[in-house]
């Protein structure tokens, strides 16, 4: 079991930056490739980010890329989002997820349905 908490989201203006952290139990969290993903009001849950065991491997949305950052300490069991550049669309919220995988693999890491255990989430609000 492992238990997955983000950190306090919040309000930011367009063009602002944010970062989210996700903190894990456990003593096995460099077995598990970690990803985040969102919600807005009315759509379905999307993939933002995803980072593999090692943290040598990442992958992002088309509509993050060059923005948003993931990254993660093993030592410290967090990973990270940082976003920069935000716009009005990424307001959501966002949840962090873990995935027993040591696989590299882009179709494995962006599928929802691979996570085992979710955070709870965390609201993002950006306004124009």
């Known amino acids: 079991q492992v238990l997955l908490v983000e950190s306090e989201g919040g309000l930011v203006q367009a063009g602002g930056s944010l970062r989210l952290s996700c903190a894990a139990s456990?003593?096995?969290?460099?077995?598990?490739?970690m990803g985040w993903f969102r919600q807005a009001p009315g759509k379905e849950r999307e993939f933002v980010a995803a980072?593999?065991?090692?943290?040598?491997?990442?992958y992002y949305a088309d509509s993050v890329k060059g923005r948003f950052t993931i990254s993660r300490d093993n030592a410290k069991n967090t990973v990270y989002l940082q976003m920069n550049s935000l716009k009005p669309e990424d307001t959501a919220v966002y949840c962090c997820?873990?995935?027993?995988?040591?696989?590299?693999?882009?179709?494995?890491?962006?599928?929802?349905?691979?996570?085992?255990?979710w955070g709870q989430g965390t609201q993002v609000t950006v306004s124009s």
């Open positions: 997820a873990a995935d027993r995988t040591l696989s590299e693999r882009r179709t494995v890491l962006r599928a929802q349905s691979l996570y085992d255990y």
């Open positions: 456990g003593r096995t969290f460099s077995s598990y490739a």
């Open positions: 980072i593999n065991w090692s943290g040598g491997v990442t």
